[in-house]
């Protein structure tokens, strides 16, 4: 099970509170019911103090049995040398008239009494409370207590997730401008309203970013450089190649053949690595434009129609979708004719390749299906990958995929690989690229976002620097 912080902070913190609030209830619980057991002993003192001063007259000579509840007190009024009492609730319970002065607990007919002892030379004054009610009345009371915690418990416990979930909300957002980033889009994570303790993160992450792009440009223009510098030579050659052809023997034909075959190869790479190099390029504001993907898969079918046509391949177009794109033609048709080209060469004669342009909600994918042979499943992840081949028997560079992989990332697109699921053999190579009026909406939406970041950036600035000459003076 991955660790999340969101879950230790919230799972900390609620303990944390649980406990607290804990211990506060049942601190507040004995507090209470200490509180009310000597609020009833109060009680027992002050009647035995009235009894004192006069109001014992107003106890019944001779009380009704059955007259005295059980939860009340009991008031026995001795004389001494007397045998009964002189005036008492209950006549039938005899208080131990050797009890201490004060306070006592005593146990009278197999149950446990709180009692006051009043003596002076004249009369014994006794006031007694059963424990078990006194108990009752404790329990009572010091529960009411608890219903405050046990309500703002669960309060605090929500509260505590939603503060959580707020002060980590600058962390997912940051997570999700960390998942934008790929090769196409290397850019800094914005610290405008970064919490300080992400700030040191943060800019380890945006300095990591610097230097990969550092190394990706780097590894870019050596490319573009060792190609451009390889294009001449190899153009050079080219032509000595022939000029010479009409001076071969006829025993020697089949060889030059195969010279100028490879001369055409190291050509063919050469060019897939220059178009590498401006694939992995960054994306230029100026180059978002709105591109028509219909012209573009008719330009494609029509530049391999003639060998299709030659090898018996039928090569058509079932949907057409009118919608426009962002990005620029030059890399859609680039793209898109790199998966037509593939699956001409990997379709076998008589074959037949299909291809669609659909809209899904906001982008547009353009879809090849041929009738190869395929791709074995555990290749199918590789297929992107620069210089790998599916299959070695088929000449080829193993770049052209890679191509396209790199200009549908660079303009927030996706490249697909699948074998087909509908009975027949062979493959489903798609591309989408974003429609060209959502991409204008993302892109407001994003120069927007800069903004606000920009101005909330400038708003601490000046706050500071008024906060700094405020000092000075």
């Known amino acids: 099970m991955k660790s999340s912080l969101r879950n230790n902070l919230v799972i900390a913190l609620g303990i944390l509170v649980s406990v607290v609030a804990i211990a506060q209830g049942i601190s507040s619980y004995q507090l209470c019911r200490a509180g009310m057991s000597a609020l009833l002993d109060l009680r027992l003192e002050q009647v035995a103090v009235r009894m004192h001063n006069g109001f014992a007259s107003s106890i019944p000579a001779t009380p009704e049995r059955g007259s005295q509840p059980v939860r009340d007190i009991v008031i026995t009024i001795h004389r001494p040398g007397a045998e009964v009492p002189l005036r008492s609730t209950d006549p039938a319970l005899q208080l131990p008239e050797d009890a201490a002065a004060g306070f006592s607990s005593e146990d009278v007919n197999g149950e446990e009494w709180r009692i006051y002892t009043l003596r002076d030379p004249g009369t014994l004054i006794q ?7 006194r108990n009752e009345l404790e329990r009572e009371t010091a529960m009411t207590t608890l219903w ?21 909300r600058k962390m997912n957002q940051l997570g999700n401008e960390v998942q934008d980033i790929d090769a196409s889009h290397l850019k800094p994570l914005p610290v405008a309203g970064v919490p300080s303790e992400l700030l040191p993160f943060v800019g380890s992450i945006n300095r990591m970013i610097e230097r990969l792009a550092q190394s990706m440009e ?30 071969i023997v006829a025993s020697n034909q ?9 001369i055409a190869r190291s050509g063919a790479l050469i060019s897939q690595l220059l178009r590498l190099a401006r694939a992995d390029a960054p994306v230029l504001s100026s180059t978002n434009e709105a591109t028509d993907v219909a012209a573009i898969v008719v330009a494609a079918v ?10 018996g391949i039928d090569i058509g177009a079932e949907e057409m979708s009118t919608d426009k794109v962002a990005a620029p033609g030059a890399d859609v048709a680039v793209a898109v ?26 982008v547009l994918w353009v879809e090849v ?39 549908t990332g660079k303009y927030g697109g996706e490249a697909v690989i699948r074998n087909r699921d509908d009975g027949q053999t ?32 400038h708003a601490q600035g000046t706050a500071a620097s008024h906060q700094l000459h405020g000092r000075d003076a």
């Open 127 to 133: 006031v007694a409370q059963r424990s078990s009610v």
């Open 254 to 262: 089949e060889r030059f053949k195969e010279l100028r075959g490879g």
């Open 426 to 457: 062979g493959i489903v190579a798609a591309v989408s690229f974003p429609l060209a009026q959502a991409a204008g909406v993302a892109a407001a939406t994003r120069a927007r976002r800069v903004a606000e970041q920009q101005n909330g950036s």
């Open 302 to 311: 029509s530049e391999v129609l003639p060998l299709a046509a030659a090898r």
């Open 148 to 168: 405050p915690t046990l309500v703002l418990l669960p309060l605090v416990l929500g509260a505590v997730l939603l503060i959580v979930q707020r002060s980590l």
């Open 337 to 362: 004719k790199n998966l037509v080209s593939n699956a001409v060469r990997y379709t076998p004669d008589g074959g037949t390749i299909d291809l669609c342009a659909r809209t899904e909600g906001n």
């Open 218 to 247: 780097a590894e870019r223009k050596f490319i573009a450089d060792a190609a451009h510098e390889l294009r001449t030579p190899l153009t050079a050659l080219q032509l000595q190649a022939d000029n010479l052809q009409p001076h």
């Open 369 to 407: 299906r041929d009738t190869g042979p395929g791709i074995a499943p555990e290749l199918l992840p590789r297929v992107f990958d620069r210089f790998f081949r599916a299959n070695v028997d088929v000449e080829g560079t193993g770049l052209g995929l890679s191509i396209v992989k790199a200009i």
